[in-house]
């Protein structure tokens, strides 16, 4: 089966921009999704494909995809925006859907 | 409005047979396009898809947990039930339910609604 792998956590001081990766190889074949989770909620799908935001999804979300890697992008990163982030494939190999570790944003 | 909502135990006993609940709402479990996935997340850990479920009742296991679970649904009641046998503590998680919408290759299904989670203890 597949892998997708995250970083663990990255940092970002208020109102700058954080840029984090999701890397495997089913993502030569497939869009990644991501998903942002708070503690104690359940996450939520913030972008999609290579660059579609869900309604509501505030306008400093991005997403971009080159070769094995995704990236979610937040340009102007609010205090809000700390959270969990996971991105998500599918499995080339088992056909099914697939999660990465997950990367810790921490707005400083 | 599209909500989800799992149901079941709280606390189970090692080597025990769980069932939980996902009661949809908003949405029909008859919609080609849309299906009902479980996916769970062990406390401070990564979510893990389990299984999910379609219209045609197509379904799909973890392949690591696959001779463990059941996914099935009852459509007058708009509920998927998963079913995981032979419990052990390290089945300790949240487990949610979430709706998995089919998309255009090379756009992967994903999970645009999601249920509140419930909490499952597995502990003699």
């Known amino acids: 089966s597949s892998e997708l792998t995250q970083d663990p956590a990255v940092s970002v001081a208020l109102g700058q921009t954080v840029r984090m990766t999701c890397q495997g190889d089913?993502?030569?074949?497939?869009?990644a999704s991501w998903y942002q989770q708070k503690p104690g909620q359940a996450p939520v799908l913030v972008m999609y494909?290579?660059?579609n935001r869900p309604s509501g999804i505030p306008a400093r979300f991005s997403g971009s995809i080159s070769g094995n890697t995704a990236s979610l992008t937040i340009t102007g990163a609010q205090a809000e925006d700390e959270a969990d982030y996971y991105c998500?494939?599918?499995?080339?190999?088992?056909?099914?859907?697939?999660f990465g570790g997950g990367t810790k944003v921490t707005v400083l | 409005q599209v909500t989800l909502k799992e149901s079941g135990p709280v606390l189970v006993k090692p080597t025990e047979t769980l069932t939980l609940t996902c009661t949809v709402s908003g949405f029909s479990l008859s919609n080609a396009r849309m299906g009902v996935s479980w996916i769970r997340q062990p406390p401070g850990k990564a979510l893990e898809w389990l299984a999910h479920i379609f219209s045609n009742a197509e379904k799909s296991y973890s392949t690591s947990l696959k001779s463990r679970l059941t996914i099935s649904k009852d459509l007058s009641k708009s509920q998927v039930v998963l079913t995981i046998t032979n419990l052990d503590p390290l089945d300790t998680a949240t487990y949610f339910c979430?709706?998995?919408?089919?998309?255009?290759?090379?756009?992967?299904?994903?999970?645009?609604?999601w249920g509140q989670g419930t909490l499952v203890a597995v502990s003699s």
């Open positions: 979430a709706r998995i919408v089919r998309a255009t290759y090379p756009f992967p299904a994903n999970f645009d609604s």
């Open positions: 494909g290579k660059d």
């Open positions: 089913s993502l030569r074949s497939y869009y």
């Open positions: 998500n494939s599918w499995d080339t190999s088992d056909k099914h859907p697939l």
